[in-house]
């Protein structure tokens, strides 16, 4: 019922920035909060950052706490991470997620857009 999709990945040199966004459609009525997520080749999927879409409390994990501002724009239903100082270990697919007034924890996921750090 609620669509997510990912957009702005692709390859960035260490130290350089990148911003990915998250549009939201379909019945995005109920949706609480957004999150980022990221998985590397050969390791688990990690938590990044979230939004409250009222409000804009927001939570990071420490490995990107500081460099990697989330912002939403609630007119556009818009969710963006704002990528600065980027590490060739930020190197991941970046996955949108959202949470819903029904629970479970985050129930609607995008397809993913890849982030690659190289020189």
């Known amino acids: 019922q609620v669509q997510l999709v990912e957009s702005g990945g692709g390859l960035v040199q260490p130290g350089g920035s990148l911003r990915l966004s998250c549009a939201a459609s379909?019945?995005?009525?109920?949706?609480?909060?957004l999150g980022w997520f990221r998985q590397a080749p050969g390791k688990e999927r990690e938590f990044v950052a979230r939004?409250?879409?009222?409000?804009?409390?927001?939570d990071y994990a420490d490995s990107v706490k500081g460099r990697f501002p989330i912002s939403r724009d609630n007119a556009k239903n818009t969710m963006f991470l704002q990528m600065n100082s980027l590490k060739p270990d930020d190197t991941a697919v970046y996955y949108c997620?959202?949470?819903?007034?029904?629970?479970?924890?985050?129930?609607?996921w995008g397809q993913g857009t890849q982030v690659t750090v190289s020189s």
């Open positions: 997620a959202a949470v819903d007034y029904s629970g479970g924890g985050y129930k609607y």
């Open positions: 379909g019945r995005a009525f109920g949706v609480i909060a």
């Open positions: 939004i409250v879409w009222s409000g804009g409390n927001t």
